[in-house]
Structure formats: C-alpha cells, structure tokens
C-alpha cells in the first residue's frame, strides 16, 4: 500500500530529528506525541514538551499535518534563533578578549595612571554585563509570552474545528504561566467541557 506520509513529512519546516510516538488503545484510539530534540547545547530548550494529539485514525489522517505543521516549525525557528544568539554572544566575547589583550600589551609596565585607567575599564565592563543580563532577560521574556500567544491562538483555532482534545493537550501549564492562571484554567474548563458535550453528540449520531 503506497502512502504519501513521508512526502508530508519532508514538507515540514524543520531538520534534525522529529521523534513520533504512538499508542493505541483497546478501542482503536490514537494517541500521538510529537517532540522535536533541542539540538544545542542551551538546556532552556528541553523545557518545551512534546505535542499530543489524540484521536480514531480518519481523524488524524485528515488533520494530523495540518495541526502539528506550525508548532514544528515555530519550535525549529526557536531553536535556530538561540543558537545563532548564543553564537553571536560567543564571537562577541573572544572579539573584547582580543580587544582586550591588545591594549594591554600597549600598555606596558603598569603606572599609577595606568592602573586607574584599567580599573575605569573595569568599572565599564561590568555595567555592559549588567546591560546585557537584563538585555538577555527582556528577551526571554518576550519569547515566552510569544510561546504563550501562539498556543492561545493555536487552541482557539482548534476550538473552532472541534478538535477539543488536540487544543487542551496544546494548553500551557499553570505552573509556567502563573500570570495567565485564570486564563488557562477557565479554557480548560471550557475545553473538557464542549470536548464532553462533543463526544455525547457523537455517541448519539
């Protein structure tokens, strides 16, 4: 039997490894998990778990692609981002170490001028640092409330599909987004139920 799968597979944005894991249950369900590895070596990226979708094999033959194909690729592109910001750190580091060590070989046999100028470079250095300590932390502040925005508005999407179990396996921890608590468990609360209601419907069709 020929099946376009892998041809789906290679549309995905995304290179490395894509691990799929996939369990039936006794009634013919499907439940599928979709991680993709961080392949840096930045360990902030192994926080982010895997996608579950859930569902009987139509159902995920007709929308499985079309749901896992954004996340994927917003969790490549995450990955690239901090990879080549970590690099561009690195290089900038060893550029001020060489900066740094030609001017102290012109400097020569050490002054008493010469020592407060160093501890004036000193003094600067340390107030970049701090600049850039709270640089990196406004940037990461911003991409998690971008995770956060994505998955919102994944699951609103899904919502309107009737894809309920999809949408509350995408919902964000309570314990990652304290801030956003009551958000995320009033659509929780939303989803279990219209994911019930759903369900009766079906059994009754």
Known sequence: MQTNFFEHINTL????????NLIKNADGLLTISVYLPNATADTAGHLIPPMI???????????????????????ASLFANREAYRQSLKKAAELSKSEQDKK???????????????????????????????????????????????AMEQISELNKQCKYAEAIALLPSVEEYPDHADEINRKSAELQKRKAQYEDLMKDI
Not at 58 to 72: H, K, N, R, S, T
Not at 130 to 136: D, H, I, R, T, Y
Request: charged share 30%.
């Open 104 to 150: 102290n070989k012109q400097k020569g046999k050490a002054t008493a001028a010469t020592t407060a100028a160093t501890d004036d470079d000193d003094d600067e250095q340390e107030t970049e640092n701090l600049f850039s300590a709270q640089e990196n932390e406004q940037k990461a502040i911003a991409e998690k409330k971008k995770r956060y925005t994505d």
């Open 53 to 75: 979708l859930k569902g009987q094999p139509a159902e995920l033959d007709a929308g499985f692609f079309g749901a896992i194909a954004a996340p994927v690729q917003q969790t």
């Open 13 to 20: 944005q995304f290179q490395g490894a894509l691990n799929l």
